[in-house]
Antibody, heavy 118, light 108 residues
């Protein structure tokens, strides 16, 4: 039974950076991609992109290039999302999710709330 | 960019059937998936590959597909089914995932 556990909520000032972690357990981390999903307050789910946990190759959705970086530390089965030059509009819940081929987003992290405010 | 379309809301009485549609041009070529999200919680997958139900998901949840539209059906709706429901699929080139805007299901 797989599980993804994310780091805790963070409050940041505009212009700062934040790094969110997503630790996997209960399965072989490198077998399945990790995707990232953003949910702004009161809004729907927005796909940010994914990282190949075998090769480390990231793919970013439109609107998530430049300030967003996906990375891995396979030694601790953890994926990371880093956002730089934070803006107020980056305030959102960020979810990681495991996505086995053709099976959809089957396991989700509990979400990490990032609040950007001065 | 590719988009999926869902109705904003569906209201249903307990015990009745709720149907939520999702439309997209690539749906004849791509599988659809459905997720339930309750307030303050992470989404939960309730249907995968158009019609498959994961273990642990009640049998009252079912999925169907016809052309450019997929449908999530909740038969015998219960109060606990009140939630937001999102469809998800991929574009025709399979390079991008997309979520629908979500449908709020209200149990009257």
């Amino acid at each position: 039974q797989g599980q993804l556990v994310q780091s805790g909520s963070q409050l940041k000032k505009p212009g700062a950076s934040v790094k969110v972690s997503c630790k996997a357990s209960g399965y072989t981390f490198t077998d399945h991609a990790i995707n990232w999903v953003r949910q702004a307050p009161g809004q729907g789910l927005e796909w940010m992109g994914w990282i190949n946990t075998d090769t480390g190759n990231p793919t970013y959705a439109q609107g998530f290039t430049g300030r967003f970086v996906f990375s891995l530390d396979t030694s601790v089965s953890t994926a990371y999302l880093q956002i730089s030059s934070l803006k107020v509009e980056d305030t959102a819940m960020y979810f990681c999710a495991r996505v086995p081929r053709k099976l959809g987003f089957d396991y989700w992290g509990q979400g990490t709330l990032v609040t950007v405010a001065s | 960019s590719y988009e999926l379309t869902q109705p904003p809301s569906v209201s249903v009485s307990p015990g009745q059937t709720a149907r939520i549609t999702c439309s997209g041009d690539a749906l004849p070529n791509q599988y659809a998936y459905w997720y339930q999200q309750k307030p303050g919680q992470a989404p939960v997958r309730v249907i995968y590959k158009d019609t498959e139900r994961p273990s642990g998901i009640p049998e009252r949840f079912s999925g169907s597909s016809s052309g450019t539209t997929v449908t999530l059906t909740i038969s015998g709706v219960q109060a606990e089914d009140e939630a937001d429901y999102y469809c998800q699929s991929a574009d025709n080139s399979s390079t991008s995932y997309v979520f629908g805007p979500g449908t709020k299901v209200t149990v009257l």
